[in-house]
């Protein structure tokens, strides 16, 4: 295999791994939004922009088990905004 062609092979090996961890961050702030809109019938625009601009899955995880046990959206908003 020639320089070029392991050059390429590596890039798109990057791009796949990166791919599948923008899938999973999107599907970590669907389970986010999926769980506030059961528990308390929606979200407001401002709290879905907030969580749409965090990119760690670790803080989205953390997010997803509070998203269960807050009282209330109000309540969610500044868990979002302090992470």
Known sequence: MTLAEQLIQKG?????????QQGEVKKAREDIVNV???RFGGISLSLNEKLAGIRDQAILADLLRKAVTVASLTEMEEKVSAS
């Open 36 to 38: 506030l809109e059961i």
């Open 12 to 20: 798109v090996q990057q791009g796949m791994q990166q791919g599948v």
